[in-house]
């Protein structure tokens, strides 16, 4: 695909995380929108089934097998994009981060309530201080990062017991704040999305203002809307695809 009245015609996008179901999704919707996409993660198997889905529908997909948590790695693959590629204009961590939800606060270990703020603030860290050295070096870019909107929502109902959850999507939302205000001069953009849910309509409409839960469809062309040079203007702030849940 390589439409030139698409979105991303002509744009290298790197997808961490696209062997999930939120990962694979916005692969697809990159790819209908004219990406050609880098797809890594832990799993071989779930990343070759995206590309596979990808190439099927007529785009390109490549697949790298890498931890999101192992700075090495990332700063390799990132350069390998580059140099095949010509260049890295978007990045996206969609990495999963252990989150543990459903037991109290006050009856929740320790390891289980850091275990989504570590791991999502080193993931996070790791794959857009690779991506943003390479885009400040060419003048462009977009990275993005994905939350709950938990960190500026807070549930308090005995029914959501979030765990880590908020403190992590905080700790994700003002670090790419902070990177917005360092790499837009030179020309990148940073961005999160909101949803929440997913797996879940039924609990999830009620709580929504539209009435009904957000779909993998909704967050998946926000994404691709987002990362685009129709949304040029758009830096260091929240793209709320909750469906109203995090309002």
């Not at 606060?105 to 860290?125: E, Q, S």
């Given at each position: 695909?390589?439409?030139?009245?698409?979105?991303?015609?002509?744009?290298?996008?790197?997808?961490?995380?696209?062997?999930?179901?939120?990962?694979?999704?916005?692969?697809?919707?990159?790819?209908?929108?004219?990406?050609?996409?880098?797809?890594?993660g832990r799993t071989?198997?779930?990343?070759?089934?995206?590309?596979?889905?990808?190439?099927?529908?007529?785009?390109?997909?490549?697949?790298?097998?890498?931890?999101?948590?192992?700075?090495?790695?990332?700063?390799?693959?990132?350069?390998?994009?580059?140099?095949?590629a010509g260049g890295?204009?978007?990045?996206?961590?969609?990495?999963?981060?252990?989150?543990?939800?459903?037991?109290?606060?006050?009856?929740?270990?320790?390891?289980?309530?850091?275990?989504?703020?570590?791991?999502?603030?080193?993931?996070?860290?790791?794959?857009?201080?690779?991506?943003?050295?390479?885009?400040?070096?060419?003048?462009?870019?977009?990275?993005?990062?994905?939350?709950?909107?938990?960190?500026?929502?807070?549930?308090?109902?005995?029914?959501?017991?979030?765990?880590?959850?908020?403190?992590?999507?905080?700790?994700?939302?003002?670090?790419?704040?902070?990177?917005?205000?360092?790499?837009?001069?030179?020309?990148?953009?940073?961005?999160?999305?909101?949803?929440?849910?997913?797996?879940?309509?039924?609990?999830?409409?009620?709580?929504?203002?539209?009435?009904?839960?957000?779909?993998?469809?909704?967050?998946?062309?926000?994404?691709?809307?987002?990362?685009?040079?129709?949304?040029?203007?758009?830096?260091?702030?929240?793209f709320n695809a909750?469906?109203?849940?995090?309002?």
């Amino acid at each position: 695909m390589n439409n030139t009245n698409t979105l991303l015609s002509g744009k290298n996008a790197i997808i961490y995380g696209a062997g999930g179901r939120i990962g694979g999704a916005i692969a697809r919707a990159f790819a209908r929108e004219g990406a050609a996409l880098f797809l890594a993660g832990r799993t071989r198997r779930t990343l070759e089934e995206t590309a596979g889905v990808v190439e099927a529908e007529g785009g390109t997909a490549h697949v790298t097998v890498l931890d999101a948590l192992d700075e090495q790695a990332v700063g390799d693959h990132v350069r390998q994009v580059a140099e095949q590629a010509g260049g890295v204009d978007v990045s996206i961590n969609l990495v999963t981060r252990g989150d543990v939800q459903g037991v109290p606060l006050l009856d929740m270990a320790v390891d289980d309530f850091m275990a989504p703020i570590g791991t999502g603030a080193r993931a996070n860290f790791i794959t857009a201080r690779a991506a943003a050295r390479r885009m400040t070096a060419q003048g462009s870019g977009v990275i993005m990062m994905l939350t709950s909107g938990s960190g500026a929502v807070p549930k308090p109902s005995p029914d959501f017991r979030m765990g880590g959850t908020g403190p992590a999507d905080a700790a994700v939302e003002s670090f790419m704040r902070y990177l917005a205000a360092e790499a837009g001069p030179r020309g990148v953009r940073v961005l999160g999305l909101w949803t929440a849910g997913i797996p879940y309509p039924e609990m999830m409409a009620p709580l929504s203002l539209l009435g009904r839960g957000p779909t993998l469809d909704q967050i998946a062309d926000a994404a691709a809307f987002l990362a685009s040079d129709r949304a040029s203007g758009t830096t260091a702030t929240i793209f709320n695809a909750s469906s109203g849940v995090c309002a």
